[in-house]
């Protein structure tokens, strides 16, 4: 039954969804993977005063204490050992800095909001950490075209407020639009949760300013749509992940802001009824629909456990801060468009219709700002809730599908047989395992919340995952990038001649190998 399919009749209040600090993991990463050193030069005092005579004493960080946010990740799981943060704040600066490490074969790591998760953004030895954390000014936006000049270290989120004064949108958003920035998401060739609508990044960058490995700036912050002139250069850094050049600038394309928009929260009695669901809406809801999410039931307990509201759908007697409703799945759905009338009578009509014929059999719309983020906490808090018992293995992987799933299912019960796998006894490393994702783009995120990062769960799980992606012809990697976890599976990926070809450009850009080493390739 669709409990409140009349607009705007949720009874949850915001649960505004924030980045915490997690427990630090005292396990260094080159000890954890066996990691051996490059032959790169150590910081020495000469080093200091050199960089001391480029930026001013509060743009350098060497604080024993101030250094830990810099070498660890997001996730608690990968932990580096630089001694050292350079935080420029122009590019003449980054090329500067970068110029003298190439010349003295010092490695660095560039590092945005720190919000990534695969291990790409933090040292693995002692990587000088370049920051752009400073460089967060807005350069310039032209109202009549959408065409928007950042800095690299602009929070998105502080670009999507701006752009929402003007009426437009940043064609990106995420659950880490807080602290990840605009350079970083340019990185990593995020994609987010309305790729669907916007389409990726590839698309909507404009142009880029890079400082390259040797200090060469290149200045291709272009304002134009088109342009056939050689090769796309700009391209090459997007979903680089810090291996060619520091993204200091970034030319972005942004639509128009939409004035309406509806959220549908929907429970569903099997995977099949999900993808039934997304074909009819995208035929029914067609230019309307924004995103289409996905979360199977274990993943909303999760986040139930951690949000600690009540779940949209649970009914008036069984609310309760970790009570979820028994649906095997869910899917948020969003419409954006410009017309409020015409999209809520599209969505009613859709709403009808897959609820008459079963696809859905329960859900809940909300149109308000409170309520619409309300809903979209469930979606975006699963994946600080996956992390809550202690640590948390994650994939991001593209799949066709219909089999998308199934990788789920396969993980779950090799745990299982495994015997790693419990939510009660505390003795097993493993918690549980869930899927969810962007199903509008075949991208699913599977989960391995557990009680601690452990060598015999992590065996069990690679190349496992990565087996089972590349016998589906899918990709190991659908957003988050290859970074340290990744770097010796690609070849489940791509072809000895392409990996033969990304070898090659990253030896012709960075021939000393001193942008993002032991990350990859
Ligand atoms: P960082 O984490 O600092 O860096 C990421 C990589 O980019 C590193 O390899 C780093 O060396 C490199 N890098 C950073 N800045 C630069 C620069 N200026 N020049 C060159 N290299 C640079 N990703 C998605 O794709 N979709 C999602 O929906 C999504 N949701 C997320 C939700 C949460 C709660 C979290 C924690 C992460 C999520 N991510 C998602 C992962 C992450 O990729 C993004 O958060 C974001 O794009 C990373 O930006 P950042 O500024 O934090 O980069
Ligand atoms: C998401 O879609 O929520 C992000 O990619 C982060 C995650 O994998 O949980
Ligand atoms: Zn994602």
Redesign the pocket.
């Known amino acids: 039954m669709l409990r409140s399919l009349l607009i705007g009749n949720s009874k949850n209040t915001t649960t505004v969804f924030k980045?915490s600090p997690k427990r630090f993991s005292s396990q260094l990463t080159a000890d954890k993977y066996a990691v051996k050193r490059g032959d790169f030069a150590k910081l020495s005092d000469e080093d200091l005063s050199h960089f001391h005579s480029i930026l001013n004493p509060n743009q350098m960080i060497t604080d024993t204490n101030d250094l830990i946010a810099f070498n660890q990740d997001?996730m608690k799981k990968y932990t580096g050992q630089s001694q050292l943060v350079l935080k420029p704040k122009t590019t003449e600066q980054v090329s500067k800095i970068l110029a003298y490490c190439n010349e003295r074969k010092l490695a660095v790591?560039?590092?945005?909001?720190?919000?990534?998760?695969v291990g790409?953004?933090v040292p693995v030895f002692d990587e000088i950490v370049i920051s752009?954390a400073s460089m967060n000014k807005i350069r310039s936006f032209d109202e009549s075209s959408g065409i928007f000049k950042v800095d690299?270290g602009v929070i998105l989120e502080a670009a999507d407020t701006f752009l929402a004064e003007k009426g437009h949108i940043f064609p990106l958003d995420?659950?880490?639009k807080g602290?990840?920035?605009v350079?970083?998401?340019v990185?990593?060739n995020?994609?987010?949760?309305r790729l669907l609508r916007y389409g990726s990044l590839h698309g909507s960058v404009l142009g880029l300013e890079v400082v390259l490995a040797d200090g060469t700036v290149m200045d291709s912050m272009h304002s134009l749509r088109k342009d056939n002139t050689g090769y796309d250069l700009k391209q090459l850094f997007i979903g680089s992940?810090?291996s060619l050049?520091?993204?200091?600038g970034v030319s972005i394309l942004c639509p128009a802001r939409p004035k309406s928009v509806n959220i549908a929260f929907l429970g569903l009695e099997s995977y099949e009824m999900v993808q039934k669901c997304f074909q009819t809406a995208r035929s029914d809801l067609c230019e309307i629909l924004s995103a289409f999410e996905f979360m199977d039931h274990d993943s909303q307990l999760l986040a139930a456990k951690s949000l600690k509201t009540t779940h949209p759908l649970c009914q008036e007697d069984e609310t309760g801060v970790d009570s979820v409703p028994e649906y095997p799945f869910y899917v948020l759905l969003e419409t954006s468009g410009s017309t409020k009338e015409h999209d809520d009578e599209k969505l009613e009509n859709f709403l009808e219709k897959v609820m008459g014929d079963e696809t859905v059999v329960d859900g809940t719309v909300s149109q308000d700002e409170t309520q619409l983020r309300t809903l979209w906490t469930w979606r975006e808090g699963i994946?600080?809730a996956s992390q809550q018992f202690g640590g948390v293995y994650k994939y991001d992987v593209s799949l066709p599908l219909d089999s998308m799933y199934s990788l789920v299912e396969a993980v779950q019960e090799r745990l299982k047989k495994l015997n790693l796998s419990s939510t009660e006894d505390e003795s097993k490393p493993v918690y549980e395992a869930v899927g969810y994702g962007h199903i509008g783009d075949g991208n699913l995120h599977l989960n391995v919340a557990v009680r601690e990062y452990n060598k015999e769960v992590e065996k069990a799980l690679e190349p496992f995952v990565y087996e089972f992606v590349s016998k589906h012809h899918g990709s190991i990697s659908a957003?988050?990038?290859l970074?340290f976890q990744k770097k010796n599976y690609i070849g489940y990926s791509k072809s000895e001649v392409e990996i033969r070809m990304i070898k090659d450009i990253k030896h012709h850009y960075d021939p000393k190998g001193i942008l993002?080493p032991y990350?990859y390739i």
Do not use: Y
């Not at 995020?190 to 949760?193: D, I, W």
């Not at 050049?245 to 200091?248: L, P, R, V």
């Open positions: 980045i997001w790591v560039p590092q945005g909001g720190n919000t990534g998760l790409g953004s752009t690299a995420l659950g880490a602290s990840c920035f350079g970083g998401n990185a990593t995020a994609g987010g949760l992940e810090g050049g520091i993204i200091t994946a600080e957003e988050h990038g970074g993002n990350k």
